[in-house]
């Protein structure tokens, strides 16, 4: 059986997973166990990793036991502490977060990706990234608290300083919000890669990879660039005709699965609100005309906001500055990544090997034509 050429392999199903579910029509989505996202946004990141990770909630004491597994992997080895030496202080985050995590993975053989594996990827990609951001201001990195929860120690490492108890609380919804999301590119790419038989490590590196790419993770940056260019909420309706007339995309509309608006963006644009007023004003001001204008010129497909526009508003109120988006969304990502590499080494493991379409020459035809 022929099975016709998809452009992005839209509509293919490469997968089946219990670790979420995208439900574009109706503007769902599910995490592992049957939990709608907004059932579980209050939780900590530590229930929802451990959740992707084996199906269900924790516990106090099952919690207690493991945060401190995750805790005490936070730490950056040798390896990873050399080479962040060795960074140069104008590297893309991204280009960072890539190097220090195949640094700390680096070992002998080629072994099977494990729960220890996944919590030790988890654990040590905020320290990664806090490291390299204080590499780019010429300071000592912070040492990891065993003491703290995953997204309080993340603010803590930045700064070197108790973080303020909002900060952590805008933080913590952002990486449970974001912790996985169906067979995404990133995502899809980490199964590739384990597929083939190689450890967890290559294969959240490739993810990151695949993450750093501006139509993936750089599209909270991008929607920060385009707000910071409208100049107030006065000028939202002007900008937007503007740009929609130059054929210019609008950051933070459409989707390529949801149908809606994405839920995950509600919950982030509530919490934009309270967490940065000014960029809010001129966001929720944008958002109103460009769904209004979307819809006029383009009724044919839907262009709702995604998650990416008002999480550049929730990170940059804890902390974070832009060019730090995509790799703070990496450190949410890599629960899902690794449930996905864990549930694909157990369930299946078959080599992914899709089909291609030849469309070059037929050899017996350019033959004949040599021949004549």
């Known amino acids: 059986m022929t099975v016709p050429y998809s452009p992005g392999l839209e509509g293919v199903v490469a997968a089946q997973t219990e670790i979420s579910e995208v439900d574009g029509q109706n503007g769902r989505l599910i995490y592992r166990g049957g939990y709608l996202i907004h059932e579980v946004a209050d939780r900590s990141f530590e229930e929802i990793a451990r959740l992707l990770w084996t199906g269900e909630l924790a516990d106090d004491a099952q919690l207690r036991d493991f945060n401190g597994k995750l805790a005490a992997r936070r730490a ?9 030496a060795g960074l140069p202080a104008d590297a893309d985050p991204m280009d960072a977060l ?16 494990s729960l220890d594996d996944a919590i030790a990827a988890t ?8 490291a390299y951001y204080r590499h780019q201001r010429g ?3 912070v040492e990891p608290r065993a003491d703290l929860g995953h997204a309080a120690n993340f603010l803590y490492m930045l700064a070197g300083q108790d973080p303020d108890p909002d900060r952590v609380r805008y933080l913590q919804s952002y990486l449970v919000l974001l912790a996985d999301h169906g067979l995404n590119a990133s995502t899809f790419t980490a199964r590739v890669i384990c597929s083939t038989g190689s450890d967890l490590w290559s294969s959240v590196v490739g993810a990151v990879g695949a993450l750093k790419g501006p139509s993936h993770g750089g599209a909270a940056t991008a929607a920060m660039n385009m707000i910071e260019r409208v100049g107030g909420p006065d000028k939202a309706e002007r900008f937007v005709i503007d740009t929609l007339d130059r054929k210019e995309r609008l950051m933070g509309f459409g989707h390529r699965v949801y149908r809606t608006y994405d839920p995950r963006a509600k919950i982030l644009r509530d919490l934009c609100r309270e967490a940065n007023r000014e960029f809010y004003d001129v966001a929720f001001r944008v958002e109103e005309v460009a769904l209004r204008e979307l819809l006029a010129r383009h009724p044919e497909r839907p262009n709702a906001t995604n998650v990416d526009y008002y999480s550049a508003g929730v990170l940059a109120a804890a902390g974070f500055p832009k060019e730090f988006f995509a790799s703070v969304f990496a450190a949410s990502r890599m629960a899902g990544w690794t449930a996905h590499i864990l549930e694909y080494v157990a369930k299946d493991g078959r080599i992914i090997r899709p089909a291609s379409e030849w469309i070059g020459p037929d050899p017996e035809k350019r033959a004949a034509v040599l021949t004549t």
């Not at 654990?123 to 806090?130: E, G, L, Q, R, S």
């Open 98 to 113: 890539r190097t220090l995590l195949s640094a700390q993975g680096a070992g002998p053989g080629c072994p099977k990706p």
């Open 139 to 141: 300071q000592s990195p």
């Open 76 to 84: 950056l080895n040798g390896a990873a502490r050399a080479a962040l």
């Open 123 to 130: 654990a040590v990609t905020p320290t990664a990234i806090a």
